[in-house]
């Protein structure tokens, strides 16, 4: 059974803390892929690692940072919270392999920042 | 551009089908999905079409790709109440299966 795990399902964070989304896998997946789900804007992609290191800019980067020091975990870094990234944040991750495209997602994480 | 819309709400009565619209913007994409979100539950895959096929049919799915007008449809056959959930079109991108999401369509399902 895939998993994907995200540390935690709810978080309340104040303004300007530093937080940290830890996403692992156990897939041995190369992709993973950090979203952003509000109401009527579907999912938007925040970052993306393709190997250990490595890292790419979604959609909406700004504010957000990211870390992939092993190859099964993928953080998401929000260096200085703020209200209008109270959001449900997914990890999600995908293989390399042409035929092996599904996407798994984790639970997702509820974050709130007052 | 990487665009990827589809309607925010569809209601149906149990039993009928429904059909649930997206329109896509990069022709390069390689698979286009099907997702379904459940009340407070992460995305599944539902179904998934590859981009030189026209039409998948999985039970009571149907997915119609039309690469002309960059348009797919997802049809539910005799619609349940546990059908009632988010469904998200995406588009996969690239080498790195990079996935494109639309908004999501809220099916509500009543009798």
């Known amino acids: 059974d895939v998993k994907v795990t995200q540390s935690s399902r709810y978080l309340v964070k104040r303004t300007g803390e530093k937080v940290f989304l830890e996403c692992v896998q156990d897939?041995?997946?190369?992709?993973m892929f950090w979203y952003r789900q509000d109401p009527g804007l579907g999912l938007r992609l925040i970052y993306f690692s393709y190997d250990v290191k490595m890292k790419e800019k979604g959609d909406i980067p700004e504010g957000y940072s990211v870390s992939r020091e092993k190859k099964e975990r993928f953080s998401l870094i929000l260096e200085s919270a703020s209200t209008n990234q109270t959001s449900m944040y997914l990890c999600?991750?995908?293989?390399?392999?042409?035929?092996?495209?599904?996407?798994?997602f984790g639970q997702g994480t509820r974050l709130t920042v007052v | 551009g990487e665009d990827v819309e589809q309607s925010l709400f569809l209601s149906v009565r149990e039993g009928d089908s429904s059909v649930i619209n997206c329109t896509y913007t990069d022709s390069s994409s390689t698979y286009l999905y099907w997702y379904k979100q459940e009340p407070g539950a992460g995305l599944q895959l539902l179904t998934y079409i590859f981009s030189n096929m026209d039409m998948k049919q999985d039970q009571r799915l149907t997915v119609l790709l039309n690469k002309k007008d960059k348009h797919l449809s997802l049809r539910i056959a005799d619609t349940q109440t546990g059908d009632s959930a988010i469904y998200f079109c995406?588009?996969?991108?690239?080498?790195?299966?990079?996935?494109?999401f639309g908004a999501g369509t809220r099916l509500a399902v009543h009798p």
């Open positions: 999600a991750i995908t293989g390399s392999a042409i035929m092996n495209t599904e996407a798994f």
């Open positions: 897939m041995d997946h190369e992709n």
């Open positions: 995406a588009e996969s991108l690239g080498g790195y299966n990079k996935l494109i």
